[in-house]
């Protein structure tokens, strides 16, 4: 059994998704790991990841949609509101959606559907450096 650690960085440019499946791709195809189990961990709680439709971009269009409609920025009802209208909003949405992913690998390939992909889903609408960590185990 081995195992593979490193670190994605990335930085938004603000609410919205962002495609990190090549970059993924990319990773474990360098990696000696040809079976095993990806897990993808983001360190923050104001973004969060998911595994969507990468065919369409209407799709990401209507997420936000949606979302912006669930959790409304500057809800009175939000009393934490530190850094602005969009921060407690972004902390809910952030409990509504994952933080970690975990993906089969076999034969060096991700075991995604035809369509999908791996976003970083920005809750925020300002810049930021986010992480993502990532953790290979396998043969």
């Known amino acids: 059994m081995k195992q593979s650690f490193d670190e994605l960085g990335l930085s938004t440019k603000g609410r919205g998704l962002y495609d990190i499946t090549t970059s993924i791709i990319d990773w474990v195809d360098k990696q000696e790991i040809q079976d095993g189990l990806l897990t993808l961990l983001i360190q923050h709680t104001s973004a969060s990841l998911l595994i969507n439709e990468n065919y369409d971009s209407d799709v990401q269009k209507d ?36 933080t970690n992913l975990s993906i089969p690998i076999k034969n060096k390939k991700m075991l995604l559907g035809q369509w999908q992909g791996i976003y970083i889903f920005e809750h925020r609408y300002n810049e930021f450096n986010r992480k993502v960590k990532i953790h290979l185990i396998g043969e």
């Open 63 to 98: 997420l936000e949609s949606f979302f912006s409609r669930l959790v409304k920025d500057g809800d009175k009802l939000f009393t934490h509101t530190i850094e602005g209208d969009d921060d407690m909003p972004a902390h809910i949405r952030t409990a509504l959606t994952q």
